[in-house]
């Protein structure tokens, strides 16, 4: 059977994250699929005042709703991303990210 997931952007549904908070769209194990989830991601520079590195656990496809990060792929690219930028980042790749303005992410772990 298949299953629907739907949401609006609702700022009390947000919750805490590793850093900054979450919405959760489709959580991890939703429907048996351990792997697949999604939702949006919002992120001040506040809450991270210093670069953070972040190893890519599962892919990852991002869409920038709103805001400004930089993310540096170890022995790859230096993404610049701002409102309206996409990346998708694979399994296994070691990051750094930096929070330059206030985001907002859609995010989707397959």
Known sequence: MSQVFHAQHDATAFEPFALGSV???RRPGDNGN???SGGIWQITPEE??????????QDETIYIVSGHLRIEVKGGDTLDLTAGSMAS???GAMTRWTVLEPTVEFFVYS
Not at 48 to 57: K, N, Q, V
């Open 89 to 91: 980042l694979s399994e």
């Open 23 to 25: 919405q959760w769209l």
């Open 48 to 57: 991270a005042p210093e670069p953070f590195d972040l190893p890519i656990d």
């Open 34 to 36: 351990e792997k697949l």
